[in-house]
């Protein structure tokens, strides 16, 4: 399975090919797009060209799709017919990863934007697009790593030792009694809250 991590940018996936038939083309005509020009009543018919992005639908979804955790895709851009498809011409598949970026109203999931091509079998380009794939992050299904919350490191607390108020005289510091015979009461050797004597005012 395939995810949005997976997608890196400047990839490009080969989707394989399809031979196009008049009869395939009159067939998609008269079901969805029945101009004169696709149904061959004056003529050799020639592809809609939604019948030549249907076909590389197909060799998208067989090649890409089918094998990723893919969601709806938010919309196309660019959308080009640059020649035109008649029976017998083979079409060549081939996707391009162009960009990736977060979805902003999923966060399971990520938007791969990528360049749809077909050519023909000389490799001319018949058809291009940009277009945009909804795909789920592996972070977010259910059982994976990051997916799990994480549990609070518990500590133990330590238990507080109770100290007597009442200390012996061997482990005791001698308290302060007040001034003692080698330093007066109102003796200060840096001066008055520590500055120099010199420097305090009268």
Do not use: K
Request: with cysteine.
């Amino acid at each position: 399975m395939r995810y949005f991590e997976d997608f890196r940018i400047g990839d490009v996936h080969e989707l394989g090919d399809h031979r196009i038939s008049g009869d395939e083309i009159r067939a998609f005509a008269h079901q969805y797009d029945p101009q004169p020009i696709h149904l061959g009543r004056s003529g050799e018919p020639i592809a809609s060209g939604w019948h030549v992005a249907a076909t590389f639908m197909r060799l998208y979804v067989d090649s890409v799709v089918n094998g990723a955790a893919a969601e709806v895709s938010p919309g196309i851009d660019e959308l080009r017919w640059l020649r035109p498809v008649r029976p017998g011409d083979l079409l060549v598949g081939r996707m391009t990863v162009l960009g990736t970026s977060p979805s902003l109203s999923r966060p399971d999931c990520g938007i791969v934007r990528q360049r749809g091509e077909l050519v023909d079998a000389a490799g001319r380009p018949v058809m291009r697009f940009v277009f945009h794939g909804l795909m789920r992050r592996r972070s977010a299904e259910p059982g994976s790593a990051e997916s799990r919350p994480v549990e609070p490191h518990l500590v133990e607390p330590r238990p507080v030792e109770a100290r007597s108020t009442e200390s012996s005289d061997a482990d005791s510091e001698p308290a302060d009694s007040g001034p003692t015979d080698s330093q007066p009461a109102d003796s200060d050797p840096a001066g008055v809250g520590g500055a120099r004597p010199d420097t305090l005012g009268a």
